[in-house]
């Protein structure tokens, strides 16, 4: 292996993947080491790879190594077909060649019928039996390679009309059908199964493709398979075999109970190039159709590296780094958090610039001399030893079961672990709609969250208990149902529920449902609310299905008038809102803040300013505020965002166009992003792969200039991950100003706080409403939701939610909350008393009007958010602030917007400055 500078972290995250367990895989992006002119650099590193593959006595891990010019050994044949074939008989031999020791023989059942269909010849005459003779060559091609088949071809016999005894005629009769026609006829229904799945609804890839190619789902595979004979298109014809190839890999990776030699295979498939070529080459499409085969099956058990790269077609998106140690980096980190989905499948590595570039770095001979070669886990014992283990184990596993099935009966069992409208999400969690905390928040890091759960369960049976088991009052309105639309647990990297803002909008709602309801049930003229939680999942990946499941339960339940939420801008979110809002159920958002959740639906109603709102008030403040390091205006302004994130991109375009000055923008997106990348950049800016690049960029701006204010537009959740890494390199910088968006406010809640991370740091971050400091100023929503507060949490001491007392995701949620209940009180007044009347569509009127007093002034200032005047659906001057961070607590230094009905703030500061830049 060549010790070029950085090729340690390269070898070393590729000797990760190939031995990385199954339960942890990942799609992995394919290595293409691009290099000008006729450079070797890359041939080198697929050639030292391919010798880490070897070891004394048997290979390592399985692999395929191409390095002739032509992608394969010797000569193709003439024949076109056969010459295409040429290079996967080449690899596919290499793949069986190299099969580890006692890993048993690689099979690939898809790769050979497929083989065997588009080596056939074509149709005379276009003829209507053509299937059957694919099915008669498929056979043939199968008895190749297996002797049960070709002993029982051989036992039908060929000739079964010749005469002789009474048992020789018999036999003649029967042997043809019995040996011979029925094998074949269970060995197509077989290759049906293989290929198309078992029903419709389970469908194979090869079903997924074909309807794809016909727009209509097969029904029968030999004849959707007459188009692949012969003729097919070289592009199609390597994208359906490495379809095929792949699927019987990741097969082959897939442990079986009965299999042990399937078990011992734990390393990945590794396909090695040692000269791509140039963008129209034989390997380069052979290449390319590997990266959109493994996209679509989503393939875990292949890692790919292509040397000798001389120029790229461009006709995929890739990653681009431009050394072997951000290459590196950029796999350990996939090994370490997976592959998201939508990621680019390729990953570009420039090597070879400089011409007198020697591999003599001392670091990477050093550690290349330390681990030579691949060490892949050893087996604690041989394949028989573990065939014997399994019958035993499974034998005692049988004796248990008979005994339980015997003294249990069976109508007592239920093994669904997902129960009513709750089902499996992306993350292997209970997502959908359900009452209480019986199936959410069940993690060990969410204690928080179930308490909350729980008090909203008991305040639910408060009203039924009032109401009586029909959900009716003797006098008053009966009960309406709001349900809670949010991240309400994961899988095991998914975001903290208290650094997400989950908990704190939970709190808000649960304090406004018990604020609602003691009226309610007290006077008998308001309407009592329960509330069901919808858990989206992490960061919203499964929103849209969970809204399809509310919609399915609102069909059912006439008592869901609403749903209250949606704290996240994601597109996820955006789906979800219009699959409700095309099903006629009103929506209150809580702390959503992006511009474009407005235009999903008209029966979206916002709480919280929109992103252009809180960009304007972050433009005058860093215009004019003294918030840099050095306790001065900003000279020079940085603006970090996420290009993936909807909400952070939202923030980002509002800012620069709000700004109007110079300002650098710098592209981050955590590898575990929910969501893939836009399909075009909506932001021009300097793209970074890792957050330690990105604390590297800002920290050299900062001591260019000292001047220099940062706008972090970006999430909370990555806000501590960069702290960390300029606390690391603060020497350059020691000190940092940093306006946060609102978001920030959610990594307050972390312990260490961010102040304590980097000493150096001045902070400044946007508030949508801090009920102290409205409650200072006669506020008097903003005092009863303390009161509320300080009653149900007051003592809480935690390190991480002792703080939220000052979080606007706890307020603008008891705001949402509290209008969506002023709403449905409105619309059960409208109804002249009759309970029946109201509905979904009686409460949209409402909303869509606006509250008969012209909104309400709520705890996180005026609110009026009706669609008639204008359908903004919004309040246009919804208060923002700006608070200054710190151990001493928050302290306002700029509030801008209507505070209350007549009292509209439209300066800030000593100036005093305008609230528009």
């Not at 705890?859 to 669609?867: F, P």
């Amino acid at each position: 292996m060549p010790a070029f500078a950085g090729v340690e972290r390269f070898v070393e995250a590729f000797d990760k993947l190939v031995t990385q367990p199954r339960r942890h895989r990942s799609r992995v992006p394919v290595v293409l080491f691009s290099e000008p002119g006729e450079g070797q650099v890359g041939r080198g590193i697929v050639a030292g790879l391919h010798g880490r593959l070897h070891g004394r006595e048997t290979m390592l891990a399985p692999h395929a190594h191409l390095d002739s010019p032509d992608g394969s050994a010797g000569a193709p044949p003439d024949d076109p077909v056969l010459a295409q074939l040429h290079l996967f008989s080449h690899v596919i031999r290499q793949l069986m060649e190299t099969m580890p020791e006692g890993t048993g023989r690689l099979r690939l059942p898809c790769y050979q019928l497929l083989r065997s269909i588009v080596t056939a010849p074509p149709a005379a005459d276009f003829a209507m039996e053509h299937h059957q003779e694919l099915k008669d060559r498929a056979y043939e091609a199968h008895r190749e390679g297996s002797a049960p088949a070709r002993v029982l071809w051989w036992l039908g016999g060929r000739d079964h009309a010749s005469g002789g005894t009474l048992l020789e005629l018999l036999w003649n009769f029967l042997a043809g059908p019995l040996f011979q026609r029925l094998p074949r006829a269970v060995y197509a229904w077989r290759a049906q199964r293989l290929m198309l799945g078992r029903s419709r609804r389970r469908p194979r890839w090869y079903a997924q493709w074909a309807r794809l190619q016909q727009g209509t789902p097969p029904t029968d595979f030999f004849r959707s398979a007459r188009d692949l004979v012969h003729g097919v298109d070289p592009e199609k014809f390597d994208r359906i075999l490495l379809l095929a190839l792949l699927a019987d890999l990741d097969a082959a990776c897939r442990k079986r109970l009965f299999h042990p030699w399937r078990r011992r295979r734990v390393c990945r498939f590794v396909l090695l190039v040692a000269e791509a070529g140039d963008e129209d080459s034989r390997e380069q499409r052979f290449l390319r159709e590997l990266r959109s085969a493994m996209e679509d099956l989503g393939c875990t058990s292949v890692v790919a590296v292509a040397g000798g790269v001389r120029s790229l077609a461009h006709r995929i998106p890739d990653i681009e780094v431009a050394t072997l140690s951000a290459a590196g980096a950029e796999l350990a980190n996939v090994a370490e958090h997976g592959t998201a989905p939508g990621r680019p499948t390729g990953m570009v590595v420039t090597v070879g610039r400089d011409a007198g570039e020697a591999a003599d770095d001392p670091a990477a001979t050093y550690w290349l001399r330390r681990r030579p070669t691949l060490a892949p886990p050893a087996p604690r014992w041989g394949p028989r030893t573990e065939a014997a283990s399994t019958v035993g184990g499974m034998t005692v596993l049988l004796l248990i079961m008979v005994g339980l099935i015997g003294g249990t009966p069976f109508g007592n069992r239920d093994t669904d672990a997902c129960r009513g409208s709750t089902f499996l999400g992306t993350d292997g969690q209970c997502v959908g709609v359900a009452e209480g905390a019986a199936s959410f928040g069940s993690g060990s890091g969410e204690r928080a969250v179930r308490d909350v759960l729980e008090l909203i369960e008991r305040q639910n049976g408060e009203v039924q208990k009032e109401q009586g088991l029909g959900g009716s009052a003797p006098t008053g309105p009966a009960s309406r149902t709001v349900v809670y639309f949010g991240p309400l647990s994961g899988g095991a990297r998914a975001e903290d529920p208290v650094r997400g803002g989950t908990l704190a909008e939970l709190r808000g709602i649960a304090l406004a449902q018990r604020y609602v309801n003691a009226q309610a049930l007290r006077s008998g003229e308001r309407v009592p609310l329960r509330v069901l939680a919808a858990n989206a999942g992490d960061r919203f990946k499964d929103a849209p299905d969970v809204a399809r499941r509310v919609v399915e339960l609102a069909e059912r339940d006439r008592s869901i008038v609403g749903v209250i939420g949606f704290g996240q801008s994601r597109r996820q979110t955006y789906k979800a809102i219009r699959t409700l809002g095309e099903a006629g159920i009103p929506m209150v958002g809580t702390s959503g803040t992006a511009d474009g959740l407005l235009r999903q639906s008209g029966h979206y109603y916002q709480m919280a300013p929109t992103d252009s709102r809180a960009a304007t008030v972050m433009a005058s403040f860093v215009r004019h505020a003294r918030m840099t390091g050095d306790g001065r205006t900003a000279r020079r302004t940085l603006l970090v965002a996420d290009p993936a994130d909807a909400y952070s991109a939202s923030v980002a375009a509002s800012f620069r166009r709000e700004y109007r000055r110079d300002t650098r923008v710098l592209l981050y997106t955590p590898a575990d992003a929910p969501e893939p990348a836009p399909l075009t950049d909506a932001l021009d800016g300097t793209k970074l792969d890792a957050v330690e690049d990105l604390a590297r960029e800002v920290c050299d701006a900062v001591a260019d200039e000292p001047r220099t204010a940062v706008v972090w537009a970006a999430r909370g959740s990555q806000f501590q991950l960069f702290l960390n890494e300029i606390a690391r390199i603060s020497r350059r910088c020691p000190k940092l100003g940093v306006l946060g968006d609102d978001d920030v406010t959610t990594a307050l809640s972390e312990v260490p706080r961010p102040w304590q991370v980097f000493g150096g740091l001045t902070l400044h971050y946007v508030s949508h409403g801090r009920a102290p400091a409205l409650a200072a100023l006669g506020n008097g929503e903003a005092a009863a939701f303390l009161s509320a507060y300080d009653t149900v949490y007051g003592k809480d001491r935690d390190a991480r939610t002792s703080t939220m007392r000052d979080d606007a995701h706890v307020a603008l949620a008891w705001d949402a909350m509290r209008y969506l209940a002023l709403g449905i009180d409105e619309a059960w007044r409208g109804t002249g008393g009759h309970d029946e009347r109201l509905d979904r569509s009686l409460l949209q009127a409402v909303l869509h009007q606006g509250l008969g007093e012209g909104g309400f002034d709520g705890a996180t200032g005026r609110i009026d958010a009706h669609g008639a005047a204008g359908g903004g659906r919004f309040t246009e001057d919804k208060l923002v602030l700006v608070e200054r961070g710190g151990a001493a607590g928050p302290r306002t230094a700029l509030l801008c917007g209507v505070v209350a009905r007549g009292d509209v703030r439209s300066k800030w500061g000593p100036g005093p400055h305008s609230c528009a830049p």
